[in-house]
Nanobody, 115 residues
Framework: QVQLVESGGGLVQPGGSLRLSCAAS????????MSWYRQAPGKERELVAR????????RYADSVKGRFTISRDNAKNTVSLFMNSLQPEDTAVYYC????????WGQGTQVTVSS
């Protein structure tokens, strides 16, 4: 059974940082591209960052380039999203995603950027 479990969300002030983590199980993690999406209230879910397998090449939404970094640890079956210089517009529920033959989503973790 495929499971993706996110952690690390919370409330942070503008300009602050957070690290999100996603623990994966139920599939051969090292073989699959992993992604982070986010969905703000009243908006569609959007791709934030993606890291491929096995090369580990990355792709970012223009809105987060230079501020966010995605990484993966294939030994621990985890993918992380390091978020710096957070702004109120980064407020959203962040989801971990994989496609091991079918759509697999985590339950989401709330990130709120507010003073």
């Amino acid at each position: 059974q495929v499971q993706l479990v996110e952690s690390g969300g919370g409330l942070v002030q503008p300009g602050g940082s957070l690290r999100l983590s996603c623990a994966a199980s139920g599939f051969t993690f090292s073989m699959y591209t992993m992604s982070w999406y986010r969905q703000a209230p009243g908006k569609e879910r959007e791709l934030v960052a993606r890291i491929t397998a096995p090369s580990g090449s990355t792709r970012y939404a223009d809105s987060v380039k230079g501020r966010f970094t995605i990484s993966r640890d294939n030994a621990k079956n985890t993918v992380s999203l390091f978020m710096n210089s957070l702004q109120p517009e980064d407020t959203a529920v962040y989801y971990c995603y994989a496609y091991p033959g079918h759509d697999a989503w985590g339950q989401g973790t709330q990130v709120t950027v507010s003073s």
